[in-house]
Nanobody, 125 residues
Framework: QVQLQESGGGSVQAGGSLRLSCVVS????????MGWFRQAPGKEREGVAT???????????VYIDSVKGRFTISRDNAKNTLYLLMNSLKPEDTAMYYC???????????????WGQGTQVTVSS
């Protein structure tokens, strides 16, 4: 059974940084599309960043415009862990952040098969 567990959320002031982690277990395939999503209160869940990974290869990451230049998605294959480094955080980045994985879909829509439980990020002004 595939499980994704996020960690690293917290409360920071605007301009601060956080690094989210997502440990993946039970996934027997070497290739996957993985992504970070977020959902603010009263809003729909949106894709933040996605990346294709296959053993030692990582594809070109895709970001939504509002986080380009501030967020970086990456993966440590040896640790089966996906990361999201978030710099220059803004109050509008406040949301529950989720990681997700899928065998085939690599876009920013919420069409992924596997999801974590989420980790809260709160940015104060």
């Amino acid at each position: 059974q595939v499980q994704l567990q996020e960690s690293g959320g917290g409360s920071v002031q605007a301009g601060g940084s956080l690094r989210l982690s997502c440990v993946v277990s039970g996934y027997t395939y070497s290739a996957a599309c993985m992504g970070w999503f977020r959902q603010a209160p009263g809003k729909e869940r949106e894709g933040v960043a996605t990346i294709y990974v296959d053993s030692g290869y990582s594809g070109i990451p895709v970001y939504i415009d509002s986080v380009k230049g501030r967020f970086t998605i990456s993966r440590d294959n040896a640790k089966n862990t996906l990361y999201l480094l978030m710099n220059s955080l803004k109050p509008e980045d406040t949301a529950m952040y989720y990681c997700a994985a899928d065998l085939a879909y690599c876009g920013l829509r919420t069409r992924y098969n596997y999801w974590g439980q989420g980790t809260q990020v709160t940015v104060s002004s």
